[in-house]
């Protein structure tokens, strides 16, 4: 169903989780210690096309999707790094949409995500972490 771009029906029903930083706080949400899965579901603004890394630290197995489109599957590391994780994406203008399944392989999660873009015109006072985005609440 994540790639036939009906993200909204899968997550009609799910609970919103408010990550004040790029960490995001699952231990709260899910105070289990051990193995389980979660999906995890961004909607977002984005004021123009663009070539960004998300960047993702994981000490579980993740699979990413964006805009329905699967981008990939990662694991076999679980020491937690914010930047473990470097995936090539392509956000369009207007809404984007990213769908985590991250698969906790220890006692406590621990999943970052970023969205990044490299700043090669080296223009003064430009974030290469991508802040003029918008989130979605729904």
Known sequence: MITSGNE?????????????TSIVPLNEVFPLRSEYVVYLYYKFLCPNERDVNLVIGANGDI???????????????????PLMYWIRARLKRGENRVVIKFANKTERAKLSFDIFKENKERRPGYSVWQIDLGTILS
Not at 8 to 20: C, T, W
Not at 68 to 81: A, I, R, T
Request: net charge positive; hydrophobic share 45%.
């Open 63 to 81: 699979k990413v999707w964006l805009n329905g489109k699967f981008l990939g599957k990662y694991g076999g590391k679980y020491v937690w790094h």
């Open 8 to 20: 909204e029906r899968l997550f009609a029903k799910a609970s919103e989780l408010i990550a004040p």
